[in-house]
């Protein structure tokens, strides 16, 4: 079994909700991340360090790229939050551990491709910052993004970014993953899978999110954590907007 998380946007108690669910399950293998590590949440160095330890692969968010090259097309608050993020990783003692944290930044890769799986953080046309949302399948919609974001990959995607999980067929559905309770067979067709966000869920379910894959199926799982917790940290930030402790209680 793989599992596939993402969006963690450093919020530590929802990441080790997922980690101790998935330890708990006895049947995971290896973990990938799909980026979005950091970003609005109040604690991206325990994350960085957490996430680099437990999966055999970390893709670059959006929020990565921000940190790095500029939070362009972000609204304020986001972009006050990276910058407040890239504040606290210059100031992480030791040195040589804040060196590692910015090589270990500076080499994500945006996509990988494990067999006839694709992961990216976005799209496979945009790995980094494309957007693939249910209302790409609404009427009015641009009729070729879809039939373009398919024609990228072989056979299975995996994405994150949206925050909300679910599964994009080729004949242009959205399944959305409060309706797969029993998982989802993808073992024959093509399917673009959106994991879900650990730590900042926006399909109206606050639970942490995250998805396995046992190479014939995918399933949501749905962790409650201490959102408390998390809530009471990043009010304690002044350069965190406080409607990101808010969001998380409402899942959105
Ligand atoms: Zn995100």
Redesign the pocket.
Known sequence: MIAFI??I?ANLAALNAVLADIDSLGTVERIFCL??VV??GPQPRECIDLVASRCKLILM???EHALLYGAYGFHAAAKRAIDWTRDTLQKVQPVAQRKAILELLQNLPIRHELGDLLLV?GSPRDPVMEYVLESDLWEGADPDKMDSIFAGFQRLCFV????RPGVFTADRCFLPAGDLEDGFDVSDGKYLVNVG?VG?PRDRNPRACYTLYSGQAVYFRRVAYDIEDTAGRVREVEALDKRFADRLFRGE
């Open positions: 993402s969006d946007h980026g979005d970003g609005y968010g959006n929020h953080h994150g970014h949206t925050h966000s900042q």
